[in-house]
């Protein structure tokens, strides 16, 4: 059953949906048809001996046509049969979303497609870099659990605001790139800003570091070995230009380790080097390896300071599994530096399995919230394992005044309220007419800041940036503000764009009508003298005419095309290929 682009959308995360935009398939325009094909016939043709094995198979099971820009609803038909969705986005999506997004097993394709310009390579999200790089992979089952995985712990993944504000200059200088009306001095400024905000990222942050690993595997990675390899990555997949030049000797190949986070990139450029996994189960194996010195499985003292140093809202996950979602700002740590008070300021949320607690939301935290860490003296059991008997016999007991005090110092006194338990554990109890102080005497909490509502956990297990309930507290930045430039077409493009859909026509006629292909031809000659594709286009199906009548028409487009690939670099690469396709 083939899935609506409305169906798909409202299945996915509402927080997610602020970056999802509709395919508005009519947008596509005949120039945009042939380029796609231009693209793809190309990368098969040359991709089809060097790709891994999944590749071609894989564009099948993922709804990508070779002839023409994919429709997302047949993508969708296709993807949901390996359990995968798409959807469509205006270009880059915060990382930390697309990682999400990766996470739900939900491929992001960008809505545009890149201009003719630019048709070797853009640094610009693109259809061509999403659809035919990143889907065809996806078919391998043991990727695609790695493409999932990544996107899980990608998301957890503690960044900085200058990550974002890094984010934010990539996002810009690829729509300037790609943009056909661009200026240099644009161009160059851009530039300059991203070149001035990557140098102040002295020290990468765990989200910085882990996309330098999604770039070596996932955008850039080999499989097999340094001298025996094929192409998996989306960025090789969906440049020819990229794939070739990868197998040169110059590109250095490096076999895949953990230590491919030391190794930063640039996103105008081509690779000067390129890491190689020995198999997928092998990128699974560097992931986990990574995976296991991040804050979301180290917790502790450390991890909270990153979350602190990341000026972002992050999420504490103590031992009893309550976790604490806002902006933490301070941690007091004991003499041995493990963690017994921490603190928050602005809006806090207090959930449970990723489940806001009832009560306990932004609405209520909207200042800040504090509470201890650690074991109450006395006892050998961590505090959320205590069952009600053991509290009471502590004096500890609701409704009464009773006084925790804690192995680091800090003493919590006051009536208790009530607590909540959750699976056996306790999680959280609330406390009125409430002092806590610290280990040197200090005032933590005083009676008239209103109702203690104390977590309970020996440590915290877990940190991460972001918010456990997302649906409840959506911690994600607006969509941004840099979209696309949409082109504004002049009549002489339309025009261009109804000679090429007048090609396409004959072509899917099945007939060569060599008049009219002749008429088309002498209107190029006229009015677009620098338009190669489609002049490519009528030589393939000239060529296609085996009684000779279009010998003439064949000669004068092989002389004007050769002529041509003297403007440019580009020109000379891309008509060459294309007449060597019609050999």
Request: glycine fraction near 8%; aromatic fraction near 8%.
């Amino acid at each position: 059953m083939e899935l609506t682009q409305d169906q798909v959308i409202a299945s996915i995360p509402s927080y997610l949906r602020q970056f999802v935009v509709k395919q508005h398939y009519s947008e596509y325009t005949p120039e945009h048809h042939a380029t796609w094909r231009y693209i793809m016939r190309r990368n098969v043709d040359y991709l089809k001996n060097v790709a891994h094995e999944a590749y071609l198979e894989g564009l099948k099971k993922t709804g990508i046509s070779i002839d023409t820009v994919p429709h997302i609803n047949e993508m969708n038909d296709r993807l949901g049969q390996i359990g995968w969705r798409a959807v469509v986005v205006d270009g880059f999506v915060p990382p930390a979303a697309f990682m999400e997004f990766s996470e739900h097993k939900i491929l992001v394709i960008s809505a545009d497609l890149r201009n003719i310009g630019n048709i070797l390579y853009t640094p610009a999200p693109d259809i061509v870099h999403e659809a035919a790089g990143h889907a065809p992979i996806i078919a391998d089952p043991l990727y695609a659990e790695y493409l999932q995985k990544f996107g899980q712990y990608g998301a957890k993944a503690v960044f900085s605001k200058l990550d974002y504000d890094i984010y934010e200059a990539i996002r810009y200088l690829s729509i300037i790139k790609e943009y056909p009306n661009a200026t240099e001095e644009q161009i160059a400024e851009a530039e300059r800003v991203l070149e001035e905000k990557t140098a102040a990222n002295t020290e990468p942050s765990e989200a910085a570091l882990l996309s330098r690993m999604h770039w070596w595997t996932v955008e850039y990675g080999l499989v097999g070995t340094p001298e025996d390899f094929k192409l998996y990555g989306a960025g090789l997949l969906s440049s020819v230009g990229e794939s070739k030049a990868c197998m040169s000797p110059e590109v250095k190949k490096i076999p895949l380790t953990v230590d491919c986070v030391n190794t930063n990139y640039d996103i105008t450029k081509m690779q000067p080097q390129l890491f190689v996994a020995r198999d997928f189960q092998h990128l699974l194996d560097v992931l986990e390896e990574f995976a296991d010195q991040m804050c979301f499985r180290t917790g502790g003292a450390k991890s909270i300071q990153r979350v602190i140093g990341s000026e972002n809202v992050g999420t504490c996950v103590y031992s009893s599994g309550i976790q604490v979602s806002g902006t933490f700002t301070e941690l007091m740590t004991d003499e041995a530096g493990h963690e017994i008070y921490l603190k928050t300021s602005g809006p806090t949320q207090l959930s449970y399995a990723d489940t806001e607690l009832e009560g306990h939301g932004t609405d209520y935290h909207t200042d800040g919230y504090s509470s201890v860490v650690g074991k109450l003296s006395g006892t050998g059991k961590a505090p959320e394992d205590l069952s009600e008997g053991e509290l009471e016999a502590l004096g500890i007991v609701a409704g009464q005044h009773s006084r925790l005090a804690f192995a680091s110092g800090i003493v919590v006194e006051g009536i208790l309220n009530h607590s909540i338990r959750r699976d056996g554990k306790l999680l959280l109890m609330q406390f009125s007419d409430c002092t806590v102080t610290g280990p040197k005497g200090e005032t933590l909490f005083a009676p008239d800041w209103g109702v203690y509502d104390m977590c309970v956990g020996e440590r915290i297990a877990s940190v991460y940036s972001g918010s456990a309930d997302k649906e409840k507290f959506n911690v994600y930045p607006p969509k941004s503000t840099k979209t696309t430039i949409k082109d504004e077409y002049t009549p002489q493009q339309l025009r261009l764009f109804e000679i090429y859909q007048e090609i396409r026509d004959l072509r899917d006629s099945g007939k060569v009508n060599v008049a009219a292909l002749s008429s088309l031809h002498a209107e190029l000659n006229i009015a677009y003298p620098l338009a190669w594709l489609p002049r490519l286009e009528i030589l393939e199906l000239v060529n296609k005419n085996l009684n000779g009548s279009g010998e003439m028409l064949r000669t004068a487009l092989t002389a004007e095309l050769e002529a041509l690939k003297s403007h440019s670099d580009q020109l000379e690469n891309v008509i060459s290929a294309g007449l060597e396709r019609l050999v």
